[in-house]
C-alpha cells in the first residue's frame, strides 16, 4: 500500500467555522508533512512531524493547528480562516525527515479547501 | 538561500523528446528529485538524482551535474497524458528532508 489518503476531498467553510483536515498513510514513513498549494504554485511546506513530534513550522499562522495521534495519522484543525487560506492542502509522508537521503515524498490527493 | 529555477512552459508535440531544466543554489545541496502533477491531482515522484549522471526509468530520465548546479528531466515518446506541470525539488545538508520546489513547469504535449 503506497497510498497517502486525505478527507475529504473539498471542503467549503465559513470564517467562523471550525474544520479538520485528515491524512493516513500505512507505509510505516516516520515523516509526515502538510503542504499548502495555491493555482500555478509549487507546493508550500508548513508543517513537518518526525515520529509523531512536530519538527517544523514554517511559521504557520495558530489558525491552522497541526496534529499527529499516531504514526499513520495526521490532521490539519482549521479555526477562523480567511478567504486568503483557500488552496489546496496536501499531505504527503516519507521514510525520513533527518536525512536528506530519505526524500521520495508521498502526496495525497489533498483536499480543496475554499473559504467564503 | 536557496533556490531552483526551471521554465515556467514547455510545449512539445506527440512522440517528441522534451527536457526540462533545472538550475539549484549549491550551498549545502544534496540531490534533485523530480514530481510531475496532474490538474487537479497529487504530485508523484518522478526520480532522485544524488550523483552525477543519467538516471533512466522508462520513457523518463533525469540527469545531474553537480560541477554545473545543474540537472534535467527528459521525457521521451512524449504522449498526450504526459501534459502535467513537472516540479524540480532540491534536498540539502542543513535542512534534513525538507523538500525546496522550483516554481514548476507546465508542459503542454499538442498532438
Known amino acids: 500500500d503506497t497510498e497517502v489518503t486525505q478527507t475529504p476531498k473539498h471542503l467549503v467553510m465559513g470564517m467562523t467555522n471550525k474544520k479538520s483536515l485528515k491524512c493516513e498513510q500505512h507505509?510505516?514513513?516516520?515523516?509526515m508533512y502538510w503542504y499548502k498549494q495555491k493555482a500555478k504554485k509549487p507546493p508550500e511546506l508548513m508543517f513537518v512531524?518526525?515520529?509523531?513530534?512536530?519538527?517544523i513550522n514554517e511559521s504557520v499562522p495558530s489558525r491552522f493547528s497541526p496534529e499527529c495521534p499516531n504514526s499513520s495519522l495526521l490532521n490539519l484543525h482549521l479555526h477562523a480562516l480567511q478567504p486568503e487560506d483557500s488552496a489546496l492542502y496536501l499531505c504527503?509522508?516519507?521514510?525520513?525527515?533527518?536525512?536528506?537521503?530519505?526524500?521520495?515524498?508521498?502526496f495525497g490527493q489533498g483536499t480543496r479547501l475554499t473559504v467564503v | 538561500g536557496q533556490s531552483l529555477e526551471q521554465p515556467s512552459e514547455v510545449t512539445a508535440v506527440e512522440g517528441a523528446i522534451v527536457q526540462i531544466n533545472c538550475t539549484y543554489q549549491?550551498?549545502?545541496?544534496?540531490?534533485l528529485s523530480w514530481y510531475q502533477q496532474h490538474d487537479g491531482g497529487a504530485p508523484t515522484f518522478l526520480s532522485y538524482?544524488?550523483?552525477?549522471g543519467l538516471e533512466e526509468t522508462g520513457r523518463f530520465s533525469s540527469f545531474l551535474s553537480r560541477s554545473d548546479s545543474y540537472g534535467y528531466l527528459l521525457l521521451q515518446e512524449l504522449q498526450m497524458k504526459d501534459s502535467a506541470s513537472y516540479f524540480c525539488?532540491?534536498?540539502?545538508?542543513?535542512?534534513?528532508?525538507?523538500?525546496?520546489f522550483g516554481q514548476g513547469t507546465e508542459l503542454s504535449v499538442k498532438p
Open positions: 507505509m510505516g514513513h516516520r515523516a
Open positions: 525539488a532540491g534536498s540539502f545538508y542543513n535542512q534534513g528532508g525538507k523538500l525546496i
Open positions: 504527503a509522508s516519507s521514510q525520513g525527515w533527518e536525512n536528506p537521503m530519505n526524500t521520495e515524498a508521498f
Open positions: 538524482n544524488a550523483l552525477d
Open positions: 549549491t550551498s549545502g545541496f544534496y540531490g
Open positions: 512531524y518526525s515520529y509523531e513530534k512536530l519538527s
